[in-house]
């Protein structure tokens, strides 16, 4: 028979809150999470509605989209082989966002990331266009990222804490 210890361990809310905070302790991976977690609401509100597209601008191919890209890649490129070198957790996760933005980049040609930062600078607002596959995506991801806000300020009131 298990322990009570043993079986909360185990539970589905311990292992979430473990890989997304490390249990309210780690500030920088909660905001790690929201920010990938409001991403892929970008990426859902790109694809299913119509007014996402006004927000992002169109930027015709010439020099400065190639310098908006070049300095994207070189910025990625360096930060990579930062992280190699010095091998930290927290640089990882950078890279992972690096490659999110890039994927977000490709799929939207959105160089000046407008819809991003509409969504990031507002992370509680979305369309309400009918009960759909769409609305229970948006409202769980929603959700989701209160729960990551609520966590993300525990771990910094908890640094602040083990710090005295």
Excluded: C
Aim: zero cysteines; charged letters at 15%; proline letters at 1%.
């Amino acid at each position: 028979m298990q322990t009570s210890t043993t079986a909360n361990k185990e539970s589905f809310f311990y292992l979430f809150d473990k890989y997304t905070s490390r249990n309210g302790t780690d500030w920088y991976l909660a905001l790690t999470w929201i920010f990938v977690l409001e991403l892929i609401s970008s990426l859902i509100e790109y694809f299913y509605l119509p007014i996402a597209k006004t927000y992002i601008v169109d930027i015709q191919e010439g020099l400065f989209k190639e310098a908006l890209i070049a300095i994207f890649i070189s910025f990625f490129v360096w930060h990579f082989i930062y992280s190699i070198v010095q091998m930290r957790k927290n640089q990882f996760f950078s890279l992972v966002m690096y490659v999110l933005l890039g994927i977000y980049f490709y799929i939207t040609k959105d160089v000046t990331f407008n819809l991003l930062f509409h969504n990031i600078i507002n992370p509680f607002e979305f369309e309400f266009s009918g009960f759909s596959l769409y609305t229970i995506v948006q409202i769980f991801i929603k959700v989701v990222i209160i729960y990551l806000i609520v966590k993300m300020i525990v771990s910094i009131k908890n640094r602040k804490k083990l710090d005295n």
